[in-house]
């Protein structure tokens, strides 16, 4: 396409031209290290080709379409029946395609429900990673497919009943019954009005009706509506109990989901969220009656560490326009990229980019890793919550900070750093708030106290040579044994966090894990990005790593 340079009035100049059909793998040396630090690098060819296809200009677009034009609640026909379906543009659906077809929502599973070998998470986080850089309002229903198997595997007929349409590689949108289709997708409804974060108190029943149960009651959210089939938490004889409950009855009529209205969001606007009622829907219990948070809290870790890539992968894409833009544009007869401070905040920007991605990556090992190694499992257990804390917390400054690099272009709606800026929180409010987040790692050392000091003492070793190691390890154990540990607990997952990203650096980005380590460990920086002490040297690191030069 030929851009017009010359107006009547002006001739335009000094503005960055588009930062599209770039590769998403090939422009992040972080990403390419940490793959291959924790056991993808085999997979590089591979990766580099994805990076190609979702950063070029025709999925930029796409992804603004499938934002603008959201979901429509169609709830009666003209005569007044009920149809409850929500109609997505076509270019959310082509996200979904594109993500079922690179496996995005079932990768990490065999044809039979196991768990798929190593490397399959981390080679699977980097693509997830990569595509939410591009859109994130699909990746809800391609994560909660993907975790829901978690959760399934307590039942292993049902599950082997459905896993087939489940690890489909073709997106099947059309609203039929799910084993007339190629390809299915499962969502969640745990949340109710009077409580989301506290689920025992869900106020659905169930009550045992021939080969499954009658559901009646309400969630105040459930994500993705058109859903073939959800797990759902509700009060069986037994107590809370996690069921299946399809869209469509066994006998083929229409279950009774009735769909109230779409939640009008901040971000996250590609996706639809209901309220949704349960007039006696069917479902099949899932686990035990009354073991209802221990079944579904499998698929609960798995969607946590996706909230960490997926706020990874937005963190990464407004760093990289903050880098280009200020690559190309001029002020005070110099290029913004050469201008001392602002030098200093993207490399204090993308520093911490790097310890996301090497944390985030290393995290995904310990999920390759858990079924034959227990110290990984731990690993994950404990680092899951604290991970996710810190990095969904980060993502909305850091991103606020890389639209203002761009000045008043950050801030409209063409760039893609405004929709970020929107979707940002998301991550940090579903699937375990902040505080709750810090009650897990609580519950964690509680519970499995000897196992979770283990990983502390991993972490240390790692990182036993950086500044600041050893400190932060003894604040976080001062922190945790205090008498009011809850009441602590904030600055201690922080700094636990801060320790696994160390030792994550040490392992995948040594060159630059020693600057992170002097900035977030030692000593301590101010508020903003920007206010780390980098040397000159750790300066040109950490830009070049960040981007190379076009
Ligand atoms: C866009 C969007 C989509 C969603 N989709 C789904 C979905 O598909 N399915 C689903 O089930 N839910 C969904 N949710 C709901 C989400 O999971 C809940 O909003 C979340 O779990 C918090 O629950 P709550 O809103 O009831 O807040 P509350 O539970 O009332 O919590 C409010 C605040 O209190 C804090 N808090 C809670 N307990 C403590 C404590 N003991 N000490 C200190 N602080 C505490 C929390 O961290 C939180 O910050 C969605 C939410 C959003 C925004």
Not at 71 to 76: S, V, Y
Not at 84 to 100: G, I, K, R, S, W
Not at 291 to 312: F, H, K, N, P, Y
Not at 340 to 358: F, G, Y
């Amino acid at each position: 396409m030929t851009v017009q340079q010359r107006f009547d009035t002006h001739d335009i100049f000094n503005q960055s031209p588009p930062f599209e059909d770039i590769d998403l793998f090939a422009a992040d040396r972080a990403l390419q290290d940490a793959v291959a630090a924790n056991g993808a690098g085999g997979e590089a060819a591979a990766l580099s080709a994805f990076g190609q296809r979702w950063g070029s200009a025709a999925m930029f677009d796409a992804a603004r379409l499938a934002n603008e034009n959201t979901p429509k609640l169609r709830t009666f026909d003209t005569k007044g029946f009920r149809r409850d379906v929500v109609e997505f543009h076509p270019a959310y659906h082509q996200f979904m395609a594109e993500a079922f077809r690179d496996g995005m929502h079932a990768s990490t599973w065999n044809a039979d429900g196991t768990r798929a070998k190593a490397p399959s998470e981390v080679a699977r986080a980097a693509r997830y990673f990569m595509e939410a850089q591009v859109e994130n309002g699909h990746q809800c229903p391609i994560t909660m497919t993907r975790a829901c198997v978690g959760a399934l595997a307590v039942e292993p007929a049902l599950l082997a009943r459905l896993i087939g349409k489940i690890v489909s590689r073709r997106y099947d949108p059309r609203f039929i019954p799910w084993w007339e289709k190629d390809g299915i997708t499962l969502g969640m409804g745990m949340t109710e009005k009077q409580g989301g974060t506290d689920v025992r108190a869900n106020t659905t029943t169930a009550l045992p009706a021939g080969e499954g149960y009658s559901i009646t009651g309400h969630k105040w959210f459930m994500s993705a509506p058109m859903c073939d089939a959800f797990l759902v938490l509700a009060q069986a004889p037994g107590g809370l109990t996690c069921f299946l409950m399809p869209r469509f009855r066994p006998d083929g009529a229409v279950n009774a989901l009735r769909f109230q209205r779409l939640k009008d969001k901040l971000g996250n606007r590609s996706n639809a969220s209901s309220e949704v009622e349960f007039a006696e829907a069917f479902a099949w219990r899932v686990g035990e009656e009354g073991r209802g948070v221990r079944t579904i809290i499998e698929m609960v870790q798995l969607t946590r560490v996706d909230c960490v890539i997926g706020s990874a992968g937005m963190m990464r894409m407004a760093l990289a326009q903050a880098l280009h833009h200020t690559r190309y544009r001029t002020v005070f007869q110099r290029k913004l990229a050469d201008q001392p401070m602002m030098r200093m905040l993207t490399a204090d920007m993308a520093l911490e980019m790097e310890a996301v991605t090497a944390t985030m990556m290393r995290l995904c090992r310990s999920f390759d890793s858990a079924a034959s190694d227990a110290k990984e499992a731990a690993r994950a257990r404990l680092l899951t919550p604290a991970v996710k804390y810190w990095v969904c917390k980060s993502a909305p400054a850091f991103i606020y900070e890389a639209m203002e690099c761009l000045g008043g272009n950050g801030y409209v709606e063409e760039l893609p750093l405004a929709r970020l800026y929107r979707e940002a929180p998301v991550n940090a409010i579903w699937e375990g708030s902040g505080n709750v987040m810090c009650l897990d790692v609580l519950r964690a050392l509680s519970r499995e106290g000897e196992t979770a000091r283990a990983v502390l003492g991993d972490l240390v070793a790692t990182a036993a040579d950086l500044p600041g190691a050893r400190e932060a390890a003894a604040f976080i154990g001062k922190s945790f044994m205090a008498a009011d540990g809850e009441g602590h607990a904030r600055a201690a997952v922080e700094k636990l966090a801060m320790l696994a990203a160390a030792a994550a650096l040490a392992e995948s980005a040594p060159s630059v894990a020693p600057a992170f380590a002097n900035t977030r460990l030692a000593s301590p920086r101010g508020g903003t990005y920007g206010t780390a002490d980098l040397a000159p040297e750790e300066i040109t690191t950490l830009l070049d790593r960040a981007l190379p030069a076009a």
